[in-house]
Every structure is written in structure tokens, then in C-alpha cells.
């Protein structure tokens, strides 16, 4: 259907427009009702620490399973959870079960850091950082064993006083990492100016490892960079052994993907903790 719009001007309306918009709108109510029903959870994918070849952090990774529309992958939510400002709610319900998880695996006697992906939307709120800070205070857990990860897209357009937001957790000691790095328009010398101390090298060079030479030779200077301003360097999306072996030959710190495990319940996490080898 085309539907006129001023003079000589037409808009056009597909009905798979129509239908995404639909979904988005059911997507949206149900959504908001999330929490309440308890139809989120969260996932954690093991991060392996090369030096020790042990396990000593997990990112917890956020699932929905809604009655009606079944598993839907963050990919689809966060963003609509963004836009409306449902992400701020969500947000703070994905730190108070990673703490409250962290803890639990602590008195286990297992220690664990957790790694909370967070969007820029959730410093909006005004008493973010408070927020942040009861709940964590409350989990009886110590800021040193949370992470915050923020994509380098994201952070590049924080406003100055959620810049300021971020930079009150580091003082707590919360560490920020560097998400996704190196797919956004980010220069170089930005790295200079964001309060991070890690940076997670986005899977889209990792998978061309033994693929292509000069993307191999990218990753190896990316490593170099980070380690002279003294970062730490997971790489992400790790499949396959032979990309873990090029990695360890460039000295990487910190290696995630499906070659060491999937994002998983936390019963998984003790269990592959519990393999004498992982790698
Ligand atoms: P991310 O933070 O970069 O997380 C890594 C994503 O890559 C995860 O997808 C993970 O399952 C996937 N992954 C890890 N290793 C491999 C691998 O070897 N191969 C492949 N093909 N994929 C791998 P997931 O769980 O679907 O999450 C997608 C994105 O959604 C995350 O990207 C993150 O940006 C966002 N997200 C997830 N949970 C949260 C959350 O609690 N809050 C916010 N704000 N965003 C979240
Ligand atoms: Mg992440
Ligand atoms: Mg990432
Ligand atoms: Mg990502």
C-alpha cells in the first residue's frame, strides 16, 4: 500500500513493516512484564586466564523467556529495552542477581569476578551510582569482584555527566572494560581518555585468524598497544584451537568463546570449574 504524504510524495508501507511493528509493540508489553513474571535469567560464559590456565571470571549474559514469544536473544531486546527506558529497570535487576550469584559461588569457596554488560541508558538515572552501590553493599559483595562492560560505540557517546557516573564506579573499584572494541569509529587515542582498564577485542577479528594475515597482524598491535597502557586484553568469540594458539603466541591475557565454553546455568560454571584442564 502506498499512502500519499504531501504533494507528489508517497510513503510506502509493506506489510512486513506492519508485522515488525506488531511484534515490537507485543515485544514492549511484554517486556515491561518481565521481571515481574520472573521470565528473565542470566547465563555466565567462562573467561579463561591464560597465566593461571584457570577460570577466574564469568560474564553474566542476560536471557528471556517470555510465555508468548519464546526465547528472545538479547540482540533483540536490549535495544527496544533501551529505547524505552525499560533497560534502566532490567539493569538493575541483571547487577543484583550477578552479585547475588558472585556471592553464592563465594560461599562455595569459589571465586569468581563477574563481568555485567551495562548501555549508557542506565546512567540516565540520576542516583545510578547510589543504586549501584546499595546493591551491591546490600549482596554483601566487594566491588573488586564486578566488572561493568560498556562497548567502545557506547561509551564514545556518554554525555559528560554519565561520563562522570561511570567514572564514580571505577573509584569504587569497580574495573570497566572496553567491550566489542575495535568495530566502532573510534580513534586511537580515545583509548587515552575513557576511565577502562581492559579491553575486550570484538570476535569479527578473531574470526579471521588464519584467515587473514593483516587482520592477525592487527590483533597483535592491538595487544601491544594495550599492554603499554597497561590494560588487560580478553579476546572474544574464541572457536577454534588454532585462533587460541595464535593468540597465546601474542601473549593475550584472557581468552572467551565457545572453544572454552558456552554461556551457561551456573551449576555448569562450578562443573567446568571443576575440569582439571580446560585447555
Ligand atoms: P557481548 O557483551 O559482546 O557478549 C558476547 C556475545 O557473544 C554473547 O552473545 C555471547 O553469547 C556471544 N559469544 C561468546 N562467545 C562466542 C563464540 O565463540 N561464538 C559466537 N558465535 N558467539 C559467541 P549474547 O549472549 O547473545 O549477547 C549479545 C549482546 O547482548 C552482548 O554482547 C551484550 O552487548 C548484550 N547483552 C547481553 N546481556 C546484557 C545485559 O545484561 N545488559 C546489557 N546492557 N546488554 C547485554
Ligand atoms: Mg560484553
Ligand atoms: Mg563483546
Ligand atoms: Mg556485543
Same mark, same amino acid.
Given at each position: /500500500?502506498?499512502?500519499?504524504?504531501?504533494?507528489?510524495?508517497?510513503?510506502?508501507? @509493506?506489510?512486513?513493516?506492519?508485522? @515488525?511493528?506488531?511484534?515490537?509493540?507485543?515485544?514492549?508489553?511484554?517486556?515491561?512484564?518481565?521481571?515481574?513474571?520472573?521470565?528473565?535469567?542470566?547465563?555466565?560464559?567462562?573467561?579463561?586466564?591464560?597465566?593461571?590456565?584457570?577460570?577466574?571470571?564469568?560474564?553474566?549474559?542476560?536471557?528471556?523467556?517470555?510465555?508468548?514469544?519464546?526465547?528472545?536473544?538479547?540482540? %533483540?531486546?536490549?535495544?527496544?529495552?533501551?529505547?524505552?527506558?525499560?533497560?534502566?529497570?532490567?539493569?538493575?535487576?541483571?547487577?543484583?542477581?550477578?552479585?547475588?550469584?558472585?556471592?553464592?559461588?563465594?560461599?562455595?569457596?569459589?571465586?569468581?569476578?563477574?563481568?555485567?554488560?551495562?548501555?549508557?541508558?542506565?546512567?540516565? %538515572?540520576?542516583?545510578?551510582?547510589?543504586?549501584?552501590?546499595?546493591?551491591?553493599?546490600?549482596?554483601?559483595?566487594?566491588?573488586?569482584? /564486578?566488572?561493568?562492560?560498556?562497548?567502545?560505540?557506547?561509551?564514545?557517546?556518554?554525555?559528560?555527566?554519565?561520563?562522570?557516573?561511570?567514572?564514580?564506579?571505577?573509584?569504587?573499584?569497580?574495573?570497566?572494560?572496553? @567491550?566489542?572494541?575495535?568495530?566502532?569509529?573510534?580513534?586511537?587515542?580515545?583509548?587515552?581518555?575513557?576511565?577502562?582498564?581492559?579491553?575486550?577485542?570484538?570476535?569479527?577479528?578473531?574470526?579471521?585468524?588464519?584467515?587473514?594475515?593483516?587482520?592477525?597482524?592487527?590483533?597483535?598491535? /592491538?595487544?601491544?598497544?594495550?599492554?603499554? !597502557?597497561?590494560?588487560?586484553?580478553?579476546?572474544?568469540?574464541?572457536?577454534?584451537?588454532?585462533?587460541?594458539?595464535?593468540?597465546?603466541?601474542?601473549?593475550?591475557?584472557?581468552?572467551?568463546?565457545?572453544?572454552?565454553?558456552?554461556? !551457561?546455568?551456573?551449576? @555448569?560454571?562450578?562443573?567446568?570449574?571443576?575440569?582439571?584442564?580446560?585447555?
Amino acid at each position: /500500500i502506498a499512502k500519499r504524504k504531501g504533494k507528489g510524495q508517497y510513503r510506502y508501507f @509493506d506489510e512486513n513493516v506492519e508485522k @515488525d511493528i506488531m511484534k515490537k509493540i507485543i515485544m514492549v508489553n511484554e517486556l515491561r512484564k518481565a521481571i515481574t513474571r520472573n521470565e528473565l535469567y542470566l547465563l555466565y560464559q567462562p573467561v579463561l586466564d591464560i597465566k593461571e590456565n584457570k577460570i577466574l571470571e564469568v560474564e553474566a549474559l542476560l536471557r528471556w523467556k517470555n510465555g508468548e514469544l519464546g526465547e528472545v536473544s538479547p540482540v %533483540d531486546f536490549i535495544p527496544i529495552a533501551e529505547e524505552t527506558g525499560l533497560i534502566r529497570e532490567i539493569g538493575y535487576w541483571v547487577i543484583r542477581k550477578a552479585c547475588n550469584q558472585v556471592k553464592k559461588w563465594e560461599n562455595e569457596n569459589i571465586n569468581l569476578k563477574v563481568a555485567i554488560n551495562i548501555s549508557p541508558n542506565q546512567f540516565d %538515572d540520576k542516583d545510578f551510582f547510589y543504586n549501584v552501590k546499595n546493591i551491591v553493599t546490600r549482596e554483601k559483595v566487594d566491588f573488586s569482584k /564486578i566488572k561493568f562492560e560498556i562497548t567502545e560505540t557506547q561509551i564514545l557517546k556518554l554525555e559528560k555527566r554519565n561520563m562522570k557516573r561511570l567514572i564514580e564506579l571505577t573509584k569504587m573499584g569497580a574495573v570497566i572494560s572496553l @567491550d566489542d572494541f575495535g568495530v566502532g569509529y573510534s580513534s586511537l587515542k580515545n583509548l587515552a581518555f575513557f576511565p577502562v582498564s581492559e579491553l575486550k577485542i570484538d570476535k569479527s577479528f578473531i574470526d579471521h585468524i588464519n584467515i587473514n594475515k593483516k587482520i592477525e597482524k592487527l590483533i597483535s598491535s /592491538i595487544l601491544f598497544v594495550a599492554y603499554k !597502557m597497561g590494560y588487560k586484553v580478553t579476546a572474544e568469540g574464541v572457536e577454534r584451537k588454532e585462533q587460541l594458539d595464535k593468540l597465546l603466541e601474542y601473549g593475550c591475557n584472557k581468552i572467551q568463546g565457545y572453544y572454552i565454553g558456552k554461556p !551457561m546455568t551456573e551449576s @555448569d560454571i562450578i562443573e567446568i570449574l571443576q575440569r582439571s584442564t580446560i585447555i
